[in-house]
């Protein structure tokens, strides 16, 4: 069967995930504006709030390695690095859905700043979502050269051209950053493309574009939290490899069960309810490795961490407990549509998940 081809326009409507991280970003990077007084931030008050540096690895500060993309020198360079995310990110999206996308952009900015800092032989400091753009853009190559994405050539013309002249106008540009990004877009996406072709002979359903980004985002959660203090002390008893095994058990079996339920009828609304109870569950586990960090062990260097915790520390399981409810309630209601489908489900949508599966192969 032919597999579904995006619009060959030049230009395309963002979506959902774009939307969010523009959103995102501009909050992060307008907060640095305001507090340093003016449309740049000066590189003391970006390394305060999670620039990436030359010793950052070293010193085990990993949260920087996502941190950095959301953080922006000046106006220019922050509407820069969204027009890019608008004009790449709106095609990406729309063709492999919010929850891969989402993957592929973290991806893309992780190993950026990873390979960036390899490179760099000199004190440094990178902020900026370049990496992770420049990934978005590698992804749709990766597309492109598998022959599931309908743009012309000129696209990757006039876009990596442009980049390309742009940057050998500006000195401060991180290639190292760009480059990095883009191998792990393409990278990425290819694997991501063997994952599907492979989930076509171990998984029964598709899965609902809402399950798979409540998966990944509880697949996010899990890790930090097993990297956490508590967890990891709970994890290190076994080996070095206890961590990554935990996790990679614990996904393996949740999408596999999800994937059974899916297939029932009823299924979905089944699924899409206990998914409102399993992100409940995350949030107590996010406030109780919070907890960990109260007092006596504040500060611990992240300025607005710090300010959290010292809301959060004389009263974690009442706001951890307000937060839960919270959070299990905007899960039933932004997935309202997937309830009152599957409550309504008797078999027809168990069914055409099944057929749907059956007639992808790949991305």
């Known amino acids: 069967m032919p597999s579904y081809r995006a619009s060959p326009g030049f230009f395309e409507v963002p979506h959902a995930a774009v939307y969010t991280l523009m959103t995102v970003t501009v909050l992060a990077s307008g907060f640095c504006f305001i507090q340093a007084g003016g449309p740049a931030a000066p590189a003391e008050l970006l390394y305060r709030y999670g620039g990436m540096y030359a010793t950052a690895i070293a010193r085990h500060e990993y949260w920087r390695l996502v941190a950095y993309g959301f953080l922006h020198v000046n106006f220019v360079h922050l509407t820069m690095n969204m027009l890019c995310l608008v004009l790449w990110g709106a095609h990406l999206e729309r063709r492999v859905g919010p929850a891969y996308f989402l993957i592929i952009y973290l991806c893309a900015m992780v190993f950026g700043a990873v390979i960036g800092n390899g490179i760099h032989s000199t004190p440094y400091l990178t902020v900026g979502a370049s990496g992770a753009t420049s990934g978005i853009l590698g992804a749709l190559l990766c597309l492109w050269i598998l022959g599931k994405l309908e743009v012309g050539f000129d696209f990757f013309a006039i ?136 007092l006596p062990h504040l500060p611990i260097g992240y300025i607005p961490l710090d300010i959290f915790l010292v809301i959060f520390c004389p009263n974690p399981i009442l706001i951890s407990g307000l937060a839960a409810i919270g959070v299990a309630a905007l899960t039933l209601y932004l997935c309202a549509k997937e309830i009152s489908r599957g409550i309504e489900d008797v078999g027809f949508v168990a069914t055409s998940l099944r057929a749907e599966r059956s007639r992808r192969h790949g991305l």
């Open 159 to 294: 876009n990596i051209g442009l980049n390309i002249a742009f940057a050998l106008g500006n000195s401060r540009i991180d290639w190292g950053v760009h480059l990095g990004g883009f191998a792990a877009g393409l990278i990425v996406c290819a694997l991501l493309d063997l994952v599907e072709k492979a989930n076509a002979y171990l998984l029964r359903c598709k899965f609902p574009e809402a399950v798979k980004v409540n998966l990944a985002l509880l697949a996010c959660v899990m890790t930090l939290w097993v990297w956490s203090g508590p967890a990891k002390a709970i994890a290190a008893g076994a080996s070095e490899w206890g961590p990554v095994i935990m996790i990679a058990v614990a996904c393996c079996a949740v999408v596999k069960l999800v994937d059974l339920a899916l297939s029932m009828k009823k299924g979905l609304a089944i699924v899409v309810t206990a998914l409102a109870g399993l992100n409940a569950a995350a949030v107590m586990l996010c406030g109780w490795a919070l907890a960990f960090y109260c």
